[in-house]
Nanobody, 115 residues
């Protein structure tokens, strides 16, 4: 059964760091474009970063220079390293794996940035 599971969320003070993981089972994540989205309270879901199957990375302007997306193909996992976190980064973070018409979502992981 195909599954996508996020982990690594938590509570951190402003300026802190977290690393989110998006692990796939049942398929090879390397073949997919993987994107991280977030949805804050009362907000629409927005894409913050994506990495193509060819390992080209893109970032939303709001996280550029602070977040880094990467793959570990041996672990079938995509990571989102989040540094210099701000209160406005508080949200539920979701990963999505897409290949053509196929699209898989994880269940989300909560990130809270607060002093």
């Amino acid at each position: 059964q195909s599954q996508l599971v996020e982990s690594g969320g938590g509570s951190v003070q402003p300026g802190g760091s977290l690393r989110l993981s998006c692990a796939a089972s049942g398929y090879t994540l390397q073949d997919y474009a993987v994107a991280w989205f977030r949805q804050g309270p009362g907000m629409v879901r927005e894409q913050v970063s994506c990495i193509t199957s060819g390992d080209t990375a893109n970032y939303a302007d709001s996280v550029k220079g602070r977040f880094t997306i990467s793959r570990d193909n041996a672990k079938n996992t995509v990571y989102l390293q989040m540094d210099s976190l701000r209160p406005e980064d508080t949200a539920a973070y979701y990963c999505n794996a897409a290949l053509g018409a196929l699209s898989n979502w994880g269940q989300g992981t909560q990130v809270t940035v607060s002093s």
